[in-house]
């Protein structure tokens, strides 16, 4: 299994930004997507962001307009957060898909991925 690994989650007021960080060996191989999920308001795990290792990128519908998945320079996977609401409060984890069919399959987190062990977001209003 990949060590995944999250960091910068914390606490912001409604409106305000957050920027979380992935390290993992995601972009060693060419199947491979990385993805941000979430479990907020004691909802199941639900899909942020998802990105192939070709640059294509998917967001759900609670990520678009606000959210923004990218690669830094150190192959490192962020997510932006911008505009955040206190329903964006949760714990935010990261995972990787080893046999990726498409970012977008991974949003729906059905299949079998290495998961981080999260970073907690609480937006206050």
């Known amino acids: 299994q990949a060590q995944v690994q999250e960091s910068g989650g914390g606490s912001v007021q409604s409106g305000g930004s957050l920027r979380l960080t992935c390290e993992a060996p995601w972009h060693t191989y060419l199947r491979h997507c990385v993805g941000w999920f979430r479990r907020v308001g004691g909802k199941g795990t639900e899909g942020v962001a998802t990105m192939a290792r070709n640059g294509v990128k998917v967001y759900g519908d609670s990520a678009k307009d606000r959210f923004s998945i990218s690669m830094d320079a150190t192959k490192n996977v962020d997510l932006q957060m911008n505009n955040l609401k206190p329903d964006d409060s949760g714990m935010y984890y990261c995972?990787?898909?080893?046999?990726?069919?498409?970012?977008?399959?991974?949003?729906?987190?059905?299949?079998?991925?290495?998961w981080g062990q999260g970073t907690q977001v609480t937006v206050s209003s």
């Open positions: 995972a990787i898909d080893r046999s990726c069919d498409s970012p977008a399959t991974m949003l729906t987190g059905e299949g079998v991925y290495d």
